[in-house]
């Protein structure tokens, strides 16, 4: 399993160790003892899938920059989450996309090596979200990780149906002066993706229930709220849900990992056998 995996079942410990203090029937005298654990055990949680997430996009980035790859075996996404990580073009100027599809054509047809800054791919706001979660996946080529996860999971359907970025004939415009018409439609789907969706699916199912519960403990004990409760069994149940989720993220990631090393591998050997072929001729 990837390290961060590892790493946040480690950090998981601590509260563990808090849970282990909570006294097992509730009295008149310890009351405040429980809730006072329970509410320390939930902002701990938080901040460790926090930073599991930060972690792991660190370390898909550090995976991939190891192989070295070439612009045109670099999935596009990743170009683009390194070069306009926040999805933000000039007030979405149609120069920037100009440039920026010029920019891609000219390194592919360079094929010139591409090291990712990691840091443009684990930003979290401060706030693990589903939507930042979907977004951080997004940014590896797997759009909507947690409606997926949902559907594996949960036989749940809640993919939304997204709203394109690009309106037709600006996307003509641009196939027109940049010649490539799918570099423009993957540069649209990646800002697409960046964008909130329509919100005509239920996003408090599955595992966004699971993250939406979470955030609005946290975000009540974070904010002084001290009517916020939640009992022992509460708690362990919602670490629990976090802990799949966390093991189903990592797994995504590690075969996101894999397919990207396995295809530019593949490619790198069909290059040097038609170099073979043609050299033989």
Known sequence: MINSYNEFVTRLAEVDCLIALIPEKPLSANVKQIDSLCRASIVLLCSHLEGFLQDLMEEVVEEINQVSLGFKDLPLELYLQHKCPKGHLTQNNFDS??????????????????????KNFSKTEGNPTAEVINKLFSAFGIPEVLDTLNYELFQLETKEVPVSF???DEKKELCNIVKYSDIIERVDIYLTQKRNGSGKKDRNAGVYNTINTLLNFRNNIAHGNKGIRISTVELIELKEQIMVLVKALAEKAESRINTIIQASV???????????????I
């Open 166 to 168: 690009l309106r037709e």
């Open 266 to 280: 593949s490619l790198r050997q069909a290059a040097v056998s038609a170099a073979t072929s043609a050299a033989m």
């Open 97 to 118: 996309l100009l440039t920026l599809g010029t920019e891609i054509r000219m390194f592919e047809n360079s094929n010139m090596e591409i090291k990712l800054n990691k």
